[in-house]
């Protein structure tokens, strides 16, 4: 079985983090989503929010294969996370050119932890790539239309927070 790991902060999943989800689900057996509580990052959603939020979008929402798709939290080196999970690949989503560097750096770095570990990127579709996490809090809070960048089960979190 091919497993691969997408890590991120997911605060909260959005429409683009799916589409990379789905898109992965057609390369490998198992997607295994992690989600963490990096000490370096101010988040909006606890970490256990974060899950539940993912869990919703993916499972009750979308109603994708939970036999597929693990969510976890994490807090160590994701090449750890691989090998806790078996996984030969990190999945990374591209939106636009000035995510290239930093995901560029990472990936460099993961592979100097761990010759064994590729990086892939993946992109979402071009209505998904504008999509950011902190651009759809902004627009909830404002009380814009959300509907277009997340699931129901997140419009509804995310007005009832705002």
């Given at each position: 079985?091919?497993?691969?790991?997408?890590?991120?902060?997911?605060?909260?999943?959005?429409?683009?983090?799916?589409?990379?989800?789905?898109?992965?689900?057609?390369?490998?057996?198992?997607?295994?989503?992690?989600?963490?509580?990096?000490?370096?990052?101010?988040?909006?959603?606890?970490?256990?929010?974060?899950?539940?939020?993912?869990?919703?979008?993916?499972?009750?929402?979308?109603?994708?294969?939970?036999?597929?798709?693990?969510?976890?939290?994490?807090?160590?080196?994701?090449?750890?996370?691989?090998?806790?999970?078996?996984?030969?690949?990190?999945?990374?989503?591209?939106?636009?050119?000035?995510?290239?560097?930093?995901?560029?750096?990472?990936?460099?770095?993961?592979?100097?932890?761990?010759?064994?570990?590729?990086?892939?990127?993946?992109?979402?579709?071009?209505?998904?790539?504008?999509?950011?996490?902190?651009?759809v809090k902004e627009i909830?809070?404002?009380?814009?239309?959300?509907?277009?960048?997340?699931?129901?089960?997140?419009?509804?979190?995310?007005?009832?927070?705002?």
């Open positions: 079985m091919k497993t691969a790991i997408y890590p991120g902060t997911f605060d909260p999943i959005t429409l683009g983090h799916i589409d990379v989800i789905k898109k992965s689900l057609k390369i490998f057996d198992r997607i295994v989503i992690a989600t963490t509580d990096n000490i370096n990052k101010d988040y909006f959603f606890s970490i256990d929010e974060r899950l539940s939020i993912i869990k919703h979008s993916l499972f009750k929402d979308l109603r994708l294969n939970k036999n597929r798709i693990k969510v976890v939290p994490f807090d160590t080196l994701t090449i750890n996370l691989c090998k806790k999970y078996q996984a030969s690949v990190i999945i990374r989503g591209l939106r636009a050119v000035s995510d290239f560097e930093y995901e560029f750096q990472l990936a460099g770095m993961n592979k100097k932890l761990n010759s064994t570990i590729e990086t892939m990127f993946l992109m979402s579709d071009v209505e998904n790539q504008i999509i950011s996490s902190n651009f909830a809070k404002l009380n814009g239309n959300i509907d277009k960048f997340v699931t129901k089960s997140t419009v509804k979190i995310l007005k009832n927070r705002f």
